[in-house]
């Protein structure tokens, strides 16, 4: 079992839809979790940081955590074709100092 | 502000040759991480940095891959001989401090291909 699972995908969402991503971890000493934007041969870039339990809402983003159940999810409202990417959830345990990635959900909206 | 340098940004050689890459991290970030990407999957840790420490290189193979960061700033990373399964992209990546990882850049990567 891999340490951070997502859906491979792909995700196909129409335009102006909402997105849902999700992510589960099975180390229970993960604090900080985060969520990157891949667009094909590019390199990560960050989009969502969450830390405690509840929705964390930025623009069309909203990062959910449950730690309970170890689980965190990304929401994109009125899902564009430039949202059109490969999304990485990557977890943060702090007293290991260890960051772990999962392999990404790719997401494509169609217009 | 000037982002995460890295070159080569393409490499290609042949099995049991060596490479090298240079990272360049963000002016100011204590914290430089080198990852592989292998095509279809995340970002895997190799080695992290605090400084010119070692925080974390429990995933690096060790009997062929080395780094280092001198005086806290750029860094190298080495293969030495490198294997057909070490084609991906290396990424560098730094962060004001360790596990800030809402502070973390990444460069723009090399794409090593062995043959």
């Known amino acids: 079992q891999k340490e951070v699972e997502q859906n491979s995908g792909p995700l196909s969402v129409p335009e102006g839809a909402i997105a849902s991503l999700n992510c589960t971890y099975s180390?229970?000493?993960?604090?900080?979790f985060f969520w990157y934007r891949q667009y094909s041969g590019k390199s990560p870039e960050l989009i969502m940081s969450?830390?405690?339990?509840g929705d964390k809402e930025d623009g069309r983003f909203t990062a959910q955590l449950n730690k309970a159940s170890q689980y965190v999810s990304l929401l994109i409202r009125d899902s564009q074709p430039s949202d059109s990417a490969t999304y990485l959830c990557a977890v943060y345990n702090t007293n290991a100092g260890k960051s772990t990635f999962g392999d990404g959900t790719t997401l494509t909206v169609k217009p | 502000e000037a982002g995460v340098a890295q070159s080569p940004r393409y490499k290609i050689i042949e099995k049991r040759q060596s490479v090298a890459f240079w990272c360049n991290p963000i002016?100011?970030?204590?914290?430089l991480y080198w990852y592989q990407q292998i095509l279809g999957q995340g970002p895997k840790l190799l080695i992290q940095f605090q400084n010119n420490g070692v925080v974390d290189d429990s995933q690096l193979p060790k009997d062929r891959f080395s780094a280092e960061r001198l005086k806290g700033v750029d860094s190298t990373l080495k293969i030495q001989p490198a294997k057909l399964e070490d084609s991906a992209v290396y990424l560098c990546?730094?962060?004001?401090?360790?596990?800030?990882?809402?502070?973390?850049?990444f460069g723009p990567g090399t794409r090593l291909t062995v043959l």
């Open positions: 990546a730094s962060s004001l401090a360790a596990g800030r990882l809402d502070t973390q850049y």
């Open positions: 180390d229970r000493g993960s604090q900080s």
């Open positions: 969450i830390y405690s339990n």
């Open positions: 002016s100011g970030h204590a914290t």
